[in-house]
């Protein structure tokens, strides 16, 4: 009901609003956009400044030097000391009209007769040349939120300022404004976007998959040990080690973030490992008659440098990680953290914690009893399962040849299929935010109220789908609105000079992106605009942010750059047609565009009539648009003082023609006297890139094409049949944007990978004493290379999920956890070597035969403690399936494949390696 116009309540919302809100604890700015701003303005009327003989220049050089206040020191006398200032400024439309432009007598022009003004003085005031009153500026922005005139503003967030906190804040303190002052004055405050959304979806989903993973591998273990009290002597690892992991992140200044808490999922499954080899070894030395102490103090002492080292790859391998600078370490070093401190903890716990337990579980003498429930089908499959590794074990030990060709046969067939199975890689993952945002950009020149009506005309096509919306909040609305299809939750359009954007957010969160082609289509069908919706990655909301792919052209003459340009923009139209979701835009523009009229002076003429070319700027500044001469206070506000002309008539290109330029000696001459004056175009900004003049085309492909796809593409079949054909002399052209983050990130996190191979070489090598061994371990890593990328195809025929950065650190991962059990077997061979004597051969069986069960115990309760983090959509899931479908393949692969590589090559190096190790101690004693 309130007919006040929207814009006019910009001063009201700026009292009410911005201090309220700069005061949260976290936010760092309040932007205002779309009201009218009040101006002191000074109307001049040329007649009665030629009339007594002043010229703009005058007036502005008197208006400046009116309004000043400076300090003039201090003065002491007595005890106090007086500051001195000198306070001319002009703070009410009273004072500038009294400001004196000339004090002496006046001779009007063209007569012998004295006049004498303002009493006999001749002074003359701004009064008497202008009208001085407070007025709003014309605007530069309209918004509306469902189709209704409104004032939108948003928040800045300060560097560090926790999101969920500040947000809550944002929301009590907009409940409080929107019940009070905003109510009385009859507004309505609504709240468009709150990012926090999308982030407490994110974490109550990852929460969720922490429960849910926890309970699957709790419900493993019982299926391994059919007893409740070994299984929660290890489910005991989960809960401590989660909460430690807590307490760990906050003493190391770690936020928790969707990406440190799904690490903290991922480790579910893993923080269990340490726990089941040790547990595993205690019962199995308990049941070959130990008493619970004994078993306890000598099974936990058996495996510990096993565990030790199995633990020390796990968290290593993060250590490049940590180091990383570039945009995507933040989120490898969340993960990196998470879970190297759940590791570490659950290696303390699993030689403190579970051998005290074990002692007192194992003690009684039916300790065993409980764990012989039988399940149909399941028993007899694990109990084939283990008879056919153990069988394999002894058949390679005694056929060699056949041992090396089913290793050669294995390592090969992994590596080609690693090498074919590679795809494309990508940068980040986007994220799915319940938010589009789009810009139309119309043709070059578009006013204000073009692009009003232009965009009036899109907000009417898509009203059928937020209609309901303005239904549901305004009840004098229809019922037939209320009853049309709705997708559109929120809906807001800025419009501005030459450009306007929208954005929206969908009634359920998980179907955002349907709404794309609902604004982008018509806003297409305005002839001449290009128009790009796109729905914003978690890492910025600018197009392309994330995926952006920018194709500068460079060179010394700009029109030359636009026409290059302009064949870069028709081939990537072909390329990636913008009808299968692709946005391509060209930044500033296609063409020197922007019309302008040049006002050339004409020198000796302004000789002639005493006028400089900055004086004829000035006037027409003042007489067109209006010019900022200074900036006063009024009612406690800093506004602008603005001279300007008379307003009358309609606007029109022949008026720059006929403004009045006022000479020294009283005459008025129109503009077009002095100058000469032209219609052009020219560019709507310049952009340099290494000093040269450059015009971007930027491409942001759709989600299904991975960047490196389209860079190839684009450097394919764009930019080398250009160079090809030949350049113009001194234009160059360049692929940037995340095109180059791509790059730097990928050399970088290779480089961290073959370190991170190399740091678990040489902690293996202190481990076995040895180089040999751990090269034996390290055969493990292509089998899960290929298992990774197997996962990865697989998660593929389900969802789309290209092979980005994040990703990739499944694989950095996967290299320190996937020797966890090659280590185990040959830890345990060697253990029957050297500390129980037995034959490399009998060592091999007995090493395979008693870690068949902790293996697949462990691997196990990895797999199904990560697998919630795959199978489970919702928000934030888009970050770390694909890393999980990596991991998960390469730990289910590598562990039925590690039974069949390890001890074939064992078969036939062990007697080798362990006579010359004994060659050189016997030498070493002579």
Known sequence: DNERPMGTYGDFLRDVIEGR????NGVGGVNLYGDNERELQVIIDPAKLAFYRLTIPEVIQRLRAENTAVTGGDVNEGKRRYVVRTDGELNTPSDVRNILLRSEKSTRSGSERSERFEGGFGRVTVGDIATVHV????????????????????????????????????????????EGPIKQAGLILRQIYDETEYINSSISLVTQNIYYGGALAIIILLLFLRSWRPT??????????VIGTFVAMAILGRSLNVVSLAGIAFAVGMVVDAAIVVLENIFRLR????????????????????VLVSSLTTVMVFIPILYMELEAGQLFRDIGVAISVSVTLSLLISVTLIPALSNRIFQSESFGSKLRTRIPLLDPFAVGFAAFWSRFAIYVVKNKIQAG???????????????????????????????VIGFVQPPAGYNLDTMDAIMTRVQEKTRKFWSATLAQADKAVSKVAADVERKIDRFFVVTLRGRAFMAASHVDPSKAHELIPLLQNPAREEPGVLAFVFQPTLWGRSIGSGRGINLDVSGPDLETNYTVARSIFFRL??????????????????????????????????MDNGVSAGELGQTIDAFNDGLRVTEVTFEGKRIDLTLMGPREGKEHTQRINELPMVTRDGRIMPVESLSDIIVTNGPTQIRRIDRYRTVTIQLSPRDNIPLQEAIDTIRDGVVQPMIKKGLPDGVRLRISGSADKLTETWQEITFDLLLA???????????????????????????????????????????DQSLDMLTMMGFIILVGIVVNNAILLVHQTLYHIREEGKQASEAIEEATRNRIRPIFMSTLT???????????PGSGSELYRGLGSVVLGGLSLSAVLTMALVPPIMSFTLGLIEKSGKRQEALVEA
């Open 287 to 306: 049941q070959s008659g130990m008493s619970a102490g004994e078993a306890a103090y000598k099974g936990t002492a058996q495996v510990w440098p096993a």
């Open 757 to 799: 191979i190399v740091i678990v070489y040489l902690v293996m090598a202190v481990l076995f004493e040895s180089f040999i061994y751990p090269l034996i371990v390290m055969l493990s890593v292509p089998v899960a290379a290929a298992g990774g990328l197997m996962g990865l195809a697989i998660l593929n025929m389900f969802v």
């Open 232 to 241: 929660i002597v290890i489910a005991a690892a989960i809960p401590v080690s």
């Open 573 to 606: 139209l072909g390329k990636f047609p913008p009808s299968q979701g692709n946005r391509i835009r060209p930044k500033p523009g296609l063409a020197l565009g922007e019309p302008e009229i040049r006002v050339i002076p004409d020198r000796l003429k302004l």
């Open 405 to 435: 060709v089913i290793v050669f046969v294995i390592t090969l067939a992994a590596t080609i299929f690693s090498w074919v199975a590679m795809p494309k890689i990508d940068y980040l993952p986007t994220g799915n935010r319940n938010l």
């Open 862 to 872: 990895s797999v199904f403690g990560m697998l919630p983090l795959v199978i489970f």
């Open 21 to 24: 809100y700069e005061r949260i």
């Open 135 to 178: 007025a709003y500026k014309e605007r530069f922005a309209r918004a509306r939120q469902l189709g209704v005139p409104a004032l939108g503003f948003n928040l800045t967030r300060e560097q560090g300022a926790n999101v969920l906190e500040t947000m809550k804040e944002i929301r009590s303190v907009t409940k409080e404004l929107a």
